[in-house]
C-alpha cells in the first residue's frame, strides 16, 4: 500500500521494495526511508538558512552590543554576532536523523539497523529534535519537494512508535491506527487507479452542492476519495477502513447508515452537475475487508443511479489485490481492447 500511496516510490531504485518480504510495519517503514536517502543523498541533502549566534574575533552579520557588554566578550576581543549560515542542519533534516535513531532502538533486523547506521554517517552535522514537538504540516516547494515522501515515512513511524516500560527501548506497532489507516488506505486506492489505469481519469475531486439559490453558508465540502472518470461515465468510490464493515442492531446486520447517505449525496449531486451532457454517474462503498463472517457485496439501484457496497481484501497477494481492484474498472467502464 505505500509504495502507491507515495507516488515518489515509482522513481527507480524503490521497486525491490514492492518484492521483498517484510516481518512488520518497522522493517517496511526502514525499507523505504533507506531508498529514498540513499537516492536524495545522491543529489545532496537539503540546506536551508540557520540563524547562529555566538562570540567572534572577526565581526559577521548583525553585532548585539548588549549581550556582549553583559558577557563581557569584549575583554576578550570579541563580540556577540548574529548571522544566517547555509547549512544541513534544516528542519526536515533533524526530523528524518531523529527518525533513524529512533529505528535503531526499534524491532528491525541486523541488516536493516546496518543500512541505517551506514546513512546515518552523513547526517553528522545535523542536531536531532523532539519529535513530539514538531509541526508535521510542512511547507514543500520546488527545492525540496524530493523530501515530501521521506517525511510522510518519518510521521508514519513516529506516530507508530510506543514506548516499552521495561528497558526503555523503542517498539513499533505492527500496525497503525484506525484513522491513520483509513487516509492511507484511500490514497493507495487512487494512486493505484492514477498509474495502472491511465485511460481513467482519476483524482479526489469536490463535488458542488447544487442548490436552488445561492445561499449555501455553514453548508459541508463534498470532498470525495476517489472519483473515476471516462468519457461519459463516473465513478465515485467512497474508501472505508473500518474495525467493522456493518452495524449490527437486533442481531441484524445492516450498512452504515452514514456511508450510504454520504455516497448517495455525492451520487445525486454529480449527476444534477452533469445534468445538460450525457453522462452516467455511479457510487461504490469500498471497504477494506475485515475477519467478520458477514462482508457486505450488493449492488443497488437508487432513483436511476447504481450504488455499489463491496470489500477489498488487503490479505491476499498483490496480485489478487491488483486483481480485485481491475474488476472493479472492468466492471464499470467495460474496458476492451479493441476500443
Given amino acids: ?68 557588554v553583559k558577557t563581557q566578550t569584549i575583554l576578550k576581543k570579541q563580540m556577540i554576532c548574529s548571522y ?3 547549512s544541513v542542519n534544516s528542519y526536515m533534516n533533524r526530523i528524518i536523523k531523529t527518525t533513524m535513531l529512533l529505528l535503531l532502538k526499534s524491532n528491525i533486523s541486523k541488516a536493516r539497523k546496518k543500512e541505517l547506521r551506514k546513512l546515518i554517517v552523513f547526517f553528522d552535522e545535523v542536531d536531532p529534535i523532539d519529535l513530539y514537538s514538531v509541526n508535521w504540516n510542512v511547507q514543500y516547494n520546488r527545492n525540496n519537494q524530493t523530501y515530501r515522501m521521506l517525511i510522510a515515512i518519518c510521521y508514519l513511524v513516529f506516530k507508530g512508535l510506543l514506548q516499552t516500560q521495561s528497558d526503555g527501548t523503542t517498539k513499533l506497532m505492527d500496525f497503525l491506527d484506525e484513522q491513520r489507516m483509513h487516509r492511507l488506505y484511500e490514497k493507495f486506492i487512487l494512486e493505484y487507479y492514477r ?23 455553514m453548508l459541508p465540502v463534498m470532498q470525495t476519495d476517489i472519483m473515476l472518470t471516462k468519457e461519459e461515465r463516473v465513478l465515485i468510490i467512497d474508501a472505508k477502513y473500518y474495525e467493522h464493515t456493518t452495524q ?36 461504490m462503498l469500498l471497504y477494506a475487508k475485515t475477519e467478520e463472517t458477514i462482508q457486505p457485496n450488493h449492488n443497488y439501484k437508487m432513483s436511476g443511479n447504481q450504488i455499489s457496497v463491496r470489500t477489498l481484501d488487503l490479505s491476499l497477494d498483490f496480485e489478487e489485490i491488483r486483481k480485485q481492484l481491475d474488476e472493479i474498472v472492468d466492471d464499470y467502464f467495460v474496458i476492451d481492447d479493441e476500443e
Fill in 84 to 86: 544566517d549560515e547555509f
Fill in 248 to 283: 449490527k442492531q437486533y442481531d441484524k446486520h445492516t450498512l452504515h447508515s452514514n456511508n450510504l447517505y454520504q455516497i448517495f449525496t455525492y451520487v445525486k449531486n454529480k449527476e444534477y452537475e452533469l445534468r445538460d451532457k450525457p453522462h452516467e454517474v455511479a457510487g
Fill in 1 to 68: 500500500m505505500l509504495t502507491y500511496a507515495f507516488q515518489v516510490l515509482n522513481e527507480q531504485g524503490y521497486k525491490s521494495i514492492a518484492t521483498e518480504e517484510f516481518d512488520n510495519t518497522a522493517e517496511l517503514c526502514t525499507a523505504i526511508l533507506s531508498k529514498g536517502l540513499s537516492i536524495q543523498l545522491k543529489r545532496g541533502l537539503g540546506r536551508d538558512y540557520i540563524e547562529q549566534t555566538e562570540a567572534l574575533s572577526s565581526l559577521r552579520g548583525k553585532i548585539d552590543l548588549s549581550r556582549s
Fill in 195 to 217: 498509474k495502472e489505469h491511465p485511460e481513467l481519469t482519476a483524482n479526489a475531486s469536490q463535488i458542488s452542492w447544487q442548490l436552488d439559490d445561492e445561499f449555501s453558508d
